[in-house]
């Protein structure tokens, strides 16, 4: 499986390669809550160094086999049980709809 970020998805990267991603909060129920609980527009998804890293791979042309290899050459010890990990991170990114795979 290829996993890239999917379009339309607004995101930055700061110095420290820190990365955001930037939700619009759209539909009735969105608006309604943002009217009664004065809840922003826009919400910000902010991902640890671990999650940005794995981020700037989610290119549709990286495996999650490949993408695991250069975490694992990133972090060392520190993100075992990797593929476990990263199998449940890529999980949530996708239930998210923040990527979809790339169909070869």
């Not at 970020?5 to 955001?20: F, Y």
């Not at 809840?39 to 791979?57: A, M, Q, R, Y």
Request: glycine share 6%.
């Amino acid at each position: 499986m290829k996993p890239k970020r999917a379009e339309g998805i607004l995101w930055t990267s700061n110095e420290a390669g820190d990365v955001t991603i930037e939700i619009e909060n759209k539909g009735m129920v969105n608006r309604l809550v943002q009217l009664i609980f004065s809840k922003p527009k826009t919400s910000f998804v902010h991902l640890d160094k671990t999650g940005s890293f794995i981020w700037n791979l989610l290119d549709g042309e990286k495996t999650i086999i490949e993408i695991g290899k250069s975490v694992e050459k990133n972090f060392g010890d520190s993100v075992k049980p990797l593929y476990e990990r990263l199998s449940k991170y890529i999980q949530i990114l996708e239930s998210y709809n923040f990527i979809s795979y790339k169909k070869d």
